[in-house]
């Protein structure tokens, strides 16, 4: 069984950073794929960035340049670097994962099966 576990949310100004962790378990190697997502009020859930199963990166372009994903193999945990944020970048994140993925561009949610119980992130004017 999978497990995802966020941490690392909570309220900050405009311009300030922020770290995600996500701790993942159930996987027998570290090839598995792992993604950040947030869903806005009244929106819907979109990517925000992924560590895709051959190492790589990917983001969504209103991300770009601001935050950086980071997975760590020994740790087994996932991170979210949030800087220059903006209100618009409040959300609730979300934690997804998958055995395996490939793909460019921003993460879909419909390549995910696991997701953890997502974490808070408040960004005031």
């Known amino acids: 069984q999978v497990d995802l576990v966020e941490s690392g949310g909570g309220s900050v100004q405009a311009g300030g950073s922020l770290r995600l962790s996500c701790a993942a378990s159930?996987?027998?190697?570290?090839?598995?794929?792992m993604a950040w997502f947030r869903q806005a009020p009244g929106k819907k859930r979109e990517g925000v960035a992924a560590?895709?199963?051959?190492?790589?990166?990917t983001y969504a372009d209103s991300v770009k340049g601001r935050f950086t994903i980071s997975k760590d193999n020994a740790k087994n945990t996932l991170y979210l670097q949030m800087n220059n944020l903006k209100p618009e970048d409040t959300a609730v994140y979300y934690c997804?994962?998958?055995?395996?993925?490939?793909?460019?561009?921003?993460?879909?949610?419909?390549?995910?099966?696991?997701w953890g119980q997502g974490t808070q992130v408040t960004v005031s004017s």
């Open positions: 997804a994962s998958e055995v395996r993925c490939y793909f460019t561009g921003a993460p879909k949610a419909a390549d995910f099966g696991h």
């Open positions: 159930g996987y027998t190697d570290s090839n598995y794929c």
């Open positions: 560590s895709v199963s051959d190492g790589s990166s």
